[in-house]
């Protein structure tokens, strides 16, 4: 399985993984693809460099890239504490009568709520993420949500490093190559995380056709297996770009327990909603007790980024501390139905290398 992304990032397999955790972004770039850090849970910028530090010394030499979230309509900026004052009464109501309900303990009297919520989704956060990240040898810098700023670009190819944007529409990928982005992912609906309407198996050759040879292209979305990066392939992607199907790994070990770990091995892929309930934007997210909560006809609408985040910061650390699965707040994407066990990375990517073989062995002898 080699293609000319290989080549592109000096990676084995044209597997790019993205995940909040530098223990499993490591573990990928090892097993032969390339392993890519979501930045956005690192409000202080010496946190991340001390996390890309660690995986400069534990990826054996590999390659990986970081992921950084600079929406196209930039939000309002400031400190959680002066964005607060932006939170409507009747939201904090909401959360807390729903965390009542739901019989969600408060955190533990040692536990410190933090800074009150994600910042990684405002410029000026991103913009020192970018800055630690180009002090490292990374081979990626990928923007969750549209083409980075035009200056971010440029300086991130002035360090040689290549520009990743996901797509949901084939115009918006058209637009990122305009840009400059030299690597389009196109993340159909079916995603975890912030993605758009359109399904994988649609979106793909429509950004594949519009972009030509001027920017690889990576699928996303419902991949978990040879056979569909076999089918991404086919559908003329250079690549595959996988988030959810990390969750599970051994190497994953964010948050309290493993109730978030248990929550996604018992989910089927019909179980995920596509809600602003997380961060403000349209996210694919587990669907439980919490996200129908905030379905229910009683319920406000969720807020812009980044108050929705900072609204529920809280929430989401009492929850992760419940030890209860029904009550989970977690993006996923519906490949979470073939998330049924916790394995270790290195044996998730030999399967996905041995199914491909298996799949493109048996295509061989339709011809």
């Known amino acids: 399985m080699r293609t000319a992304l290989c080549d592109q990032l000096g990676i084995t397999h044209p597997i790019v993984g993205f995940t909040p955790s530098e223990h499993v ?45 600079m929406p196209a309509k930039v939000p309002t900026e400031g400190t959680a504490t002066d ?17 009542r309900k739901l019989g969600v303990p408060p955190l533990p009297a040692a536990d410190d709520p933090g800074a009150g919520g994600v910042l990684g989704w405002l410029h ?32 991130a190819h002035e360090h040689g490093v290549p520009v990743a944007a996901l797509a949901g529409k084939a115009k918006h990928a058209r637009s990122h190559v305009g840009n400059e982005v030299d690597i389009v992912i196109a993340q159909g609906t079916e995603a975890g995380g912030h993605t758009g309407e359109i399904a994988t198996m649609v979106l793909v050759p429509e950004i594949v056709d519009a972009v030509g040879d001027d920017a690889t292209v990576l699928a996303a979305g419902g991949i978990g297996s040879g056979r569909q990066i076999a089918a991404a392939l086919a559908l003329g992607a250079g690549g595959v770009w996988m988030g959810s199907y990390w969750l599970t790994t051994s190497e994953y070990t964010l948050g309290s327990g493993d109730t978030m770990q248990r929550a996604l091995v018992a989910a089927g892929s019909d179980q995920t909603v596509r809600s602003r309930v997380y961060s403000g934007k349209p996210a694919r997210l587990l669907k439980t007790r919490w996200t129908e909560a905030w379905a229910a006809p009683d319920a406000p609408e969720p807020l812009p980024m980044p108050l929705q985040n900072i609204l529920v910061s809280e929430a989401h650390q009492r929850i992760a501390h419940s030890d209860d699965p029904q009550v989970v707040a977690m993006p996923v994407g519906q490949i979470v139905g073939r998330m049924n066990a916790v394995r270790p990375v290195a044996e998730l990517v030999a399967e996905l290398v041995a199914d491909f073989d298996q799949t493109m062995a048996r295509l061989d002898k339709l011809r």
């Open 25 to 69: 972004a490591a573990a990928i770039s090892r097993a032969g693809g390339m392993g890519v850090l979501g930045c956005v849970r690192f409000n202080d910028a010496e946190e991340l460099d001390a996390a890309l530090s660690w995986m400069d010394a534990n990826t054996d030499g590999k390659p990986y890239g970081v992921d950084i979230v």
């Open 83 to 99: 964005l607060g004052k932006y939170i409507p009464d009747e939201h904090r109501r909401f959360v807390d009568d729903t965390l």
């Open 124 to 155: 000026s956060v991103a913009r020192t993420h970018v800055e630690v990240a180009l002090q490292h040898p990374i081979k990626l810098i990928a923007n969750a949500l549209g083409s980075p700023p035009k200056d971010v670009i440029d300086q």
